[in-house]
């Protein structure tokens, strides 16, 4: 990958793009990880003397051109706080003419941050013409969104072909930190997977099982395991479609497969259910599994005991409710506990919440700001935006 320290940025017009896909709610910026994490680079760039940082990024998923609820304005106070220093917010459409002058009128060592570059039709479809209108913004690009690394998009991949290029530090930071869970990991190596749905982490977990010494699965996916094995799971989540597939795994891999054993049962899915322990193939009929029990956290947090390599993508229950929360929480100590001589990697918005929220994230030695970029990695693919920096 080329990286900064290739690219002549002196005097330059630099566009960036960063993931500012952050989560907003009442205009109000909920988690600046995202923003954080943008700032070597910028510091970086303004430090090697480039005339301009022109950031660029996507918010949410708008379909129908510009809407006031996915504007990137809220970011620009947030980036100004943690930059310390002014930052215009260009309202127009990334693409427009009016946004060209507007960055051309910036006095020199100005930030700007762009509108959301979804609200130009071509961005997803990665249009020639959009590519072009993008690259009059900048003399060079670089490429610093790392969560966005997964989409051949316009702003990611498709004007990196038109400017001199390079990937930002962040991007950097995370192709090397996550690069080190697929190549010649420390063993043993545990990597812990949640979520609702074994559909969505499949091809994750067949890259990494041929590799991994344990796979501890927890999460809704789990009782699509369970009913695999013949267990009574109740009324919780599961995926019927994929039940010959867990099959087809916990015979290949069976003995590094660890399972929750037991089970915290609610009466509904609601934040205020009655609530019961019990074994995990023992779900009665009109209850449904929303975390992992007190000896599952206890047999995963042995799990991970020793491991010198660990990857955690995905909550152990529905941890948006208090009551739920524990088995996320225990893993997220179980990780942070591990201390210095483990290499441990959490990815995706949940995991990561979970361990913010613990406030030891500074005890793990990589959070990824990517959820689908990081496990698309992890599955073994190349991304558009890192080949494009090639
Ligand atoms: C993310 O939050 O996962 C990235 O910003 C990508 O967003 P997208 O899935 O809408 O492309
Ligand atoms: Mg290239």
Same mark, same amino acid.
């Given at each position: 990958m080329q990286n900064l320290k290739s690219l002549n940025v002196s005097g330059q017009r630099v566009l960036v793009r960063v993931d500012y896909n952050v989560p907003i709610s009442g205009g109000v910026v909920q988690d600046d990880t995202r923003v954080t994490a943008s700032l070597p680079t910028i510091r970086a760039l303004l430090e090697a003397g480039a005339r301009n940082v022109i950031l660029m990024s996507h918010f949410g &998923?708008?379909?129908? $051109?510009?809407e006031e609820k996915y504007?990137?304005?809220?970011v620009a106070p947030v980036l100004e706080g943690v930059l310390g220093q002014p930052v215009t917010f260009i309202?127009?459409?990334?693409?427009s003419d009016e946004t060209l002058a507007a960055v051309q009128a910036l006095p020199e060592g100005a930030v700007a941050l762009l509108e959301?570059? &979804?609200?130009?039709? $071509?961005e997803e479809k990665n249009d020639a013409d959009l590519n072009a209108r993008l690259a009059r913004l900048g003399d060079a690009f670089v490429l610093d969104a790392f969560g966005s690394a997964h989409r051949a998009h316009s702003s990611v991949s498709g004007v990196a072909g038109l400017l001199p290029h390079a990937g930002g530090l962040l991007l950097e930071a995370e192709v090397t930190a996550l690069g080190k869970l697929l190549n010649?990991?420390?063993?043993?190596y545990v990597v812990i997977i949640g979520g609702a749905k074994v559909s969505d982490k499949l091809l994750v977990i067949e890259n990494l099982l041929p590799t991994v010494d344990r796979m501890l699965i927890g999460g809704g996916m789990a009782y699509t395991f369970v009913k695999a094995q013949g267990g009574k799971i109740g009324r919780s989540i599961h995926e019927d479609d994929f039940l010959d597939k867990a099959r087809e795994l916990l015979a290949r891999y069976g003995e590094k497969i660890v399972l929750p054993t037991d089970t915290l049962v609610a009466?509904?899915?609601?934040?205020?259910a009655n609530t019961r322990v019990v074994p995990t193939a023992e779900i009665p009929d009109d209850w449904e599994g929303l975390d992992i029990g007190p000896d599952s956290r206890e047999a995963f947090t042995q799990a991970l005991a020793g491991a010198k390599t660990v990857f955690w993508n995905g909550p152990?229950?529905?941890?948006?409710f208090e009551k739920f929360a524990g088995g996320t929480n225990a893993i997220a100590q179980a990780v942070a506990d591990l201390g210095e001589g483990t290499y441990s990697v959490i990815g995706g918005g949940d995991s990561v919440s979970a361990i913010n929220k613990s406030g030891?994230?500074?005890?793990?030695s990589h959070i990824s700001t990517g959820g689908g970029a990081s496990l698309e990695l992890l599955e073994g693919k190349a991304l558009p935006g890192v080949e494009a920096m090639k």
């Open positions: &998923r708008p379909k129908n $051109g510009p504007s990137l304005k809220p309202a127009g459409t990334a693409d959301n570059v &979804r609200f130009s039709a $071509g010649n990991p420390e063993h043993p009466d509904a899915f609601s934040a205020e152990m229950g529905v941890f948006e030891q994230a500074d005890r793990v």
